[in-house]
T-cell receptor, first 114, second 113 residues
Framework: AQSVTQPDIHITVSEGASLELRCNYSYGATPYLFWYVQSPGQGLQLLLKYFSGDTLVQGIKGFEAEFKRSQSSFNLRKPSVHWSDAAEYFCAVGASWSGDKLTFGTGTRLAVRP | DARVTQTPRHKVTEMGQEVTMRCQPILGHNTVFWYRQTMMQGLELLAYFRNRAPLDDSGMPKDRFSAEMPDATLATLKIQPSEPRDSAVYFC???????????FGQGTRLTVV
């Protein structure tokens, strides 16, 4: 069965500092990989996705993520965090052979220190 | 700006009552998901549909939950009878297969008292 692990429940960074959120997945083959962001009281918004090709993908709001097959990881990064980035971040996996069903990690809550 | 629309946004009901949540997927999307989000369990997939046919509803308590797509523009999730443990935020999402990315609605916050 597919699974996603986000090892960090909470992360606090200072505004302007760099950020890396970790995501590891368990799959039989290369899945589709996604990062979503959820602000309080809102639905989930897609930040970026990886299907194939270049392993470094760029997303909205200055985020990027790198797919590393050898480590089964898809970590999210941002070089300089803004206060408005405070939210919860979810990594998700899916695959066409599983009917495109998306499985989400438990999320990482990001706090930004002024 | 295409978006997934969910109604109602908030619902407070008494235990034992029927609850119906509605979702209008983005026009042209052929896949619809229902997720439930709680603090304890995170995001759980309840059911999803492809071209209006149910593909997987194994995450849904069958005795009280039901999900349908009467037509391509409407998905419903019903709980009958509702229980306090059903209190959660229910999200609908839609996408286009294959390799889909899911677009989420704003959610329905359900409180069962």
């Amino acid at each position: 069965a597919q699974s996603v692990t986000q090892p960090d429940i909470h992360i606090t960074v200072s505004e302007g500092a760099s950020l890396e959120l970790r995501c590891n997945y368990s799959y039989g083959a290369t899945p589709y990989l996604f990062w979503y962001v959820q602000s309080p009281g809102q639905g989930l918004q897609l930040l970026l996705k990886y299907f194939s090709g270049d392993t470094l993908v760029q997303g909205i709001k200055g985020f990027e993520a790198e797919f590393k097959r050898s480590q089964s990881s898809f970590n999210l990064r941002k070089p300089s965090v803004h206060w408005s980035d405070a939210a919860e971040y979810f990594c998700a996996v899916g695959a066409s052979w599983s009917g495109d069903k998306l499985t989400f990690g438990t999320g990482t809550r990001l706090a930004v220190r002024p | 700006d295409a978006r997934v629309t969910q109604t109602p946004r908030h619902k407070v009901t008494e235990m034992g009552q029927e609850v119906t949540m509605r979702c209008q997927p983005i026009l042209g999307h052929n896949t619809v998901f229902w997720y439930r989000q709680t603090m304890m369990q995170g995001l759980e997939l309840l059911a999803y549909f492809r071209n209006r046919a149910p593909l997987d509803d194994s995450g849904m308590p069958k005795d009280r939950f039901s999900a349908e797509m009467p037509d391509a523009t409407l998905a419903t999730l019903k709980i009958q009878p509702s229980e306090p443990r059903d209190s959660a935020v229910y999200f609908c999402a839609s996408g286009s297969s294959p390799g889909l990315e899911a677009f989420f609605g704003q959610g329905t916050r359900l409180t069962v008292v």
